[in-house]
DNA sequence: GCCGTGCTTCGACAGACGTCAAGATAGAAG
DNA sequence: CTTCTATCTTGACGTCTGTCGAAGCACGGC
């Protein structure tokens, strides 16, 4: 998979480009180029499977799963999740890592944080703006 | 467009069920059920005329725009702007709402401000997980 | 009443999507 | 090297989706 890693990085980067550093949809129209790169990602969001996906990777030990912790959870075959996992990948939502055996996913929260500040009408004081793509954070506190 | 408003309202209760106070994506796995009502939402905003309808709408003067405003800035015939538009209405993320000759549009940003929500991992002291839900906007009459 | 305008619904069609079984590939263990 | 396990790719199938033209509704104006 490592070989379409480029496709994702420029995802990535088109994201950016669209979200700029704080524009949210109501500020104003979108382009058409800026709203194909935006769907690309919401598509790849609108199935419940893949959804599943999401939140099982995001919310899993470590903040990464094997394909083998998924398959498990729903009543679909192999090829199925893997190509529900392909999608997601190539949306820019996922990386995955071989290490021996297993394949492990984990999310890009930086392009999570990015399609939620697209969102948010006035973007306040929300933080998850700025956060800069580097480090995945994982800073789940509970209040 | 009266005739379904049962089902988007539904459609926001559902997802403010989903939602909860403050359940990210990266908390907890979501449930099938979960999923299928969010991945509803996602999917509406998978598709680059509908973001683009979204973002007219949400950016235009007023809060809303009518029909006529938004099928001249696409080279797409009058029904698939509706066909559109019933998709973003049936998601629960815009009303309609007919003054005199026109029918006008506008978000929900409180749909937008839940999903919003979901996707940012932690949500430090973000204000848009807050939302009240109680009131809803438009007092369309049934039938 | 009748007509014109704005918007939606209907019916149809090509293309995209989700799913599976079967085959292919990569690494680990004999 | 051979075999076994985990995962991906391919090819096929039925269903869903985006699009259009034509017809239908709801107004306002005559």
New binding site residues.
């Given amino acids: ?1 490592s ?2 890693d480029g496709h994702e990085e420029q995802v990535l980067a088109a994201l950016a480009e669209v979200v700029g550093c704080c524009s949210p949809l109501a500020r104003e129209p979108l382009s058409a180029d800026q709203s194909v790169e935006l769907a690309r990602v919401f ?1 790849a969001m ?5 959804l599943r996906l999401l939140s099982l990777i995001a919310s899993h030990a470590g903040g990464e799963a ?4 998924l ?1 498990d959870v ?14 997601l ?1 190539e949306a820019g939502l996922i990386t ?1 890592e ?8 984990r999310v890009r929260p930086e392009l999570l944080a990015q399609v939620s500040a697209v969102l948010v009408p006035a973007a306040p004081d929300n933080p998850a703006v700025v956060m800069p793509a580097g480090r995945e954070a994982l800073p789940v506190v509970e209040q």
């Fill in positions: 998979m070989k379409q598509k609108g199935d419940p499977v893949r094997c394909v083998c912790d398959t729903f009543d679909l075959s192999g090829p199925t999740i893997s190509h529900h996992l392909k999608v990948r995955g071989r290490r021996g055996t297993w394949i492990y996913y």
